[in-house]
């Protein structure tokens, strides 16, 4: 039995697809001037005509992030930074793996899920967020398909999969509070989200926060069962980036905000071969993509951070603070959530994008 409490939107991505849009250039190229979004002065121009600021970009894609395929497929960065920028894909296989990149300086920008963000920060990682690439329901509680579990109350003693330090992590903390349990009621097994659905899978742990597209095609595969959803323990979708990269790199990182808007644009009026590039990065059958893109990821959303986002970091704040992960407790989270969005670039993109969109409506 499936049980949902609550769901705080309908996934809208079909109603509001833009019939016609392709990827055409929209992003500044090499020589093209530099953008002064959010840099308050600093150090972010080109160093000289016809040259970035930088010769290297790393950025993460992730099955997570359906809008990452899509500059990475259709080599959107590539092509708008030329032959003097080399970029350099990185996969993160979760939040986790995304914040260490940026942590140790492998990435200039990464996706996580909006709590792995704020959990980063609030750990004194230099990171910001400069983007939103969705508002998904991709953590779910998981367990197979011949399990006696019916719900969270019924996880007490057992053993449950989940990664620390990404959504599905804080999605089971806010789950086990809902049933009166806590994260010390259960034998926790911090595994990475693949290896959380083999350990499941191989019994080896009774339930399982699963994460999608590997959530997704558990179900689809081996009968496995979401006996708990609740979208609202979901946060959205992250796009952050060092703070070096942002005061140093501002005309790279606007190319990469700019990147984005233009494939959620392509992505929503593409939902079928968004599904398809989903399909082929992760290795799942394409219906169970297709589920995933049109039924779990709200890809019509803002790309600009803002009070949305900061009113679910609010809700997450407490169980940060007294999760015992952040040294600082409650004011190192305060403090995090008060200095994490950077808009500027994201900004400015949807103010080109949407002016592209009209000029195009009315040709």
């Excluded at 899509?70 to 003097?84: M, N, Y």
Aim: proline share 3%.
């Amino acid at each position: 039995m499936t049980h949902r409490i609550s769901r705080r939107t309908a996934t809208a991505l079909g109603l509001s697809a833009v019939a016609g849009m392709g990827l055409a250039a929209c992003v500044p190229g090499e020589g093209s001037e530099t953008s002064e979004a959010g840099t308050g002065g600093s150090s972010g121009s080109q160093s000289g005509a016809g040259e970035w600021s930088t010769d290297s970009l790393t950025i993460d894609w992730a099955t997570y992030n359906p809008l990452s395929l899509v500059i990475r497929e259709q080599q959107l960065l590539e092509t708008a930074l030329g032959d003097s920028v080399t970029v350099e894909w990185v996969q993160s296989a979760g939040s986790n793996k995304a914040n260490e990149f940026l942590r140790s300086g492998s990435a200039d920008v990464a996706s996580t899920a909006g709590s792995a963000a704020l959990l980063a920060r609030s750990n004194e990682s230099p990171i910001k967020v400069i983007g939103i690439y969705s508002q998904p329901e991709w953590a779910a509680l998981v367990v197979g398909k011949d399990s006696d579990i019916t719900g969270p109350a019924d996880l007490a003693g057992r053993a449950v999969a989940a990664t620390t330090g990404t959504d599905p992590y804080f999605f089971l903390v806010q789950t086990l509070a809902e049933a009166g349990l806590s994260i010390d009621d259960v034998e926790l097994q911090p595994l990475q989200h693949a290896d959380g659905r083999s350990a499941l899978e191989g019994g080896s742990v009774e339930a399982w926060s699963g994460l999608d597209p590997i959530m997704a095609a558990a179900e689809v595969e081996s009968g496995a069962k979401l006996v708990y959803r609740n979208v609202d323990f979901n946060t959205y979708g992250f796009l952050n980036a060092t703070e070096d990269f942002i005061e140093n790199h501002a005309d790279v990182a606007q190319v990469v905000v700019d990147a984005y808007e233009q494939a959620r644009t392509w992505a929503l009026a593409n939902l079928e071969a968004t599904a398809q590039l989903l399909a082929d990065a992760a290795s799942i059958d394409l219906a169970v993509a297709a589920t995933v893109i049109t039924e779990r990821s709200n890809l019509d959303v803002s790309g600009v951070p803002g009070e949305d986002q900061l009113a679910v970091l609010e809700a997450i704040s407490p169980m940060l603070s007294e999760s015992g992960d952040v040294q600082g407790g409650a004011d190192a989270v305060e403090k995090a959530r008060g200095s994490i969005i950077h808009a500027d670039f994201a900004t400015a993109a949807v103010e080109k994008q949407t002016g592209e969109k009209q000029a195009v409506e009315k040709q």
